[in-house]
């Protein structure tokens, strides 16, 4: 079992910055590739970013990549998003979660087992 905890959303004008965190329980975090999706009202969940449990290989949505980073310290159980050049359409519940099935692309939320409950994140124009 791994519990997901996130934190780090709020408001923020367009062009700025904000930093996702997720919190992970249990030993055996460094085992599991880990996403962030966001979800939009009225929209359907989509893949942000992701990595390997080592943290070795990352890969990124068209539309965040050069503007967000996805790290991760398995040492303290944690992942990263580092979200810059905000714009409106970023604005989104964003979710961590770690993936149980990687035979899956890293695209399918059906990927991930386990779901953190989302934070969310409002970029003002």
């Known amino acids: 079992q791994v519990q997901l905890v996130e934190s780090g959303g709020g408001v923020v004008q367009a062009g700025g910055s904000l930093r996702l965190s997720c919190a992970a329980s249990?030993?055996?975090?460094?085992?599991?590739?880990m996403g962030w999706f966001r979800q939009a009202p009225g929209k359907e969940r989509e893949f942000v970013a992701a990595?390997?449990?080592?943290?070795?290989?990352?890969i990124y949505a068209d539309s965040v990549k050069g503007r967000f980073t996805i790290s991760r310290n398995n040492a303290e159980n944690t992942v990263s998003l580092q979200m810059d050049s905000l714009k409106p359409e970023d604005t989104a519940e964003y979710y961590c979660?770690?993936?149980?099935?990687?035979?899956?692309?890293?695209?399918?939320?059906?990927?991930?087992?386990?779901w953190g409950q989302g934070t969310q994140v409002t970029v003002s124009s």
């Open positions: 249990g030993r055996t975090f460094g085992r599991y590739g």
């Open positions: 979660a770690a993936q149980v099935s990687p035979t899956r692309s890293w695209y399918d939320p059906y990927s991930y087992g386990y």
């Open positions: 990595l390997t449990g080592s943290g070795d290989a990352t």
